[in-house]
């Protein structure tokens, strides 16, 4: 008997040397819109996992953007929405992987991401980022962002930035040296 709690407690605990602290806390507030929801459908604190169907995938996902929710939180978009069925399909894989359900409902969910423009900040928006007063420790991430910002780099090359990927040229300017999505050798 497997419960949407047992499910995403063993998930952590199975999981958990392979995710990063973020994506766990996301899998906890999953795992939290789902228990709320079971709370408002079906007036208990936990559910059978093994009762999931269709059905209750597409209510769920409902749920996420507003129907029936008693909380006053912010609704999920669709894209959000989409990022909690995606982690339920996958713990409900390891429910099913494990022979504690028959098929995952889940698996047969598709809705489309919706597509999202990203706007460029204005010049005034830069220059009110550099120019804030920030704690030591904001301003060294404000200053990655804007170095991000002004030569394009990737957040993942940032991450793997070292002292080595850096050297002076001929005329007394320091120059970065990556290959996209570059892998420190130390690591």
Same mark, same amino acid.
Do not use: C, W
């Given at each position: 008997y497997s419960t949407i709690r047992t499910l995403f407690d063993y998930h952590l605990i199975t999981e958990k040397k392979n995710l990063s602290h973020s994506t766990q806390v996301q899998y906890g507030i999953t795992c939290q819109h789902l228990?709320?929801?079971? *709370? @408002?459908?079906? *007036?208990? +604190?936990?559910?059978? %996992? /093994? /009762? %999931?169907?269709? +059905?209750?995938?597409?209510?769920?996902? /409902?749920?996420?953007?507003g129907y029936k929710r008693t909380d006053k939180k912010k609704n999920c978009t669709t894209n959000g929405a989409l990022k909690h069925i995606i982690r339920l399909n996958k713990v409900m894989n390891i429910a099913l992987n494990n022979e504690w359900i028959n098929r995952n409902p889940v698996a047969a969910f598709h809705v489309r991401f919706d597509k999202v423009e990203k706007?460029?900040? $204005?010049?005034?928006?830069?220059? +009110? @980022?550099?120019?804030?007063?920030?704690?030591? *420790?904001? +301003? %060294?991430?404000?200053?990655?962002?804007?170095? /991000?910002?002004? $030569?394009? $780099?990737?957040? %993942?090359? @940032?991450y793997n930035l070292q002292n080595s990927n850096i050297t002076i040229g001929i005329d007394p300017v320091s120059y970065t040296h990556l290959r996209a999505h570059e892998t420190p050798e130390h690591l």
């Open positions: 228990l709320n929801y079971v *709370h @408002i459908k079906y *007036h208990v +604190a936990d559910y059978d %996992i /093994a /009762a %999931i169907d269709k +059905a209750f995938v597409n209510e769920f996902f /409902a749920y996420l953007q706007e460029f900040l $204005t010049e005034e928006e830069l220059h +009110a @980022i550099e120019s804030v007063e920030l704690k030591p *420790h904001l +301003a %060294i991430v404000r200053d990655l962002f804007m170095f /991000a910002v002004y $030569t394009g $780099t990737a957040y %993942i090359d @940032i």
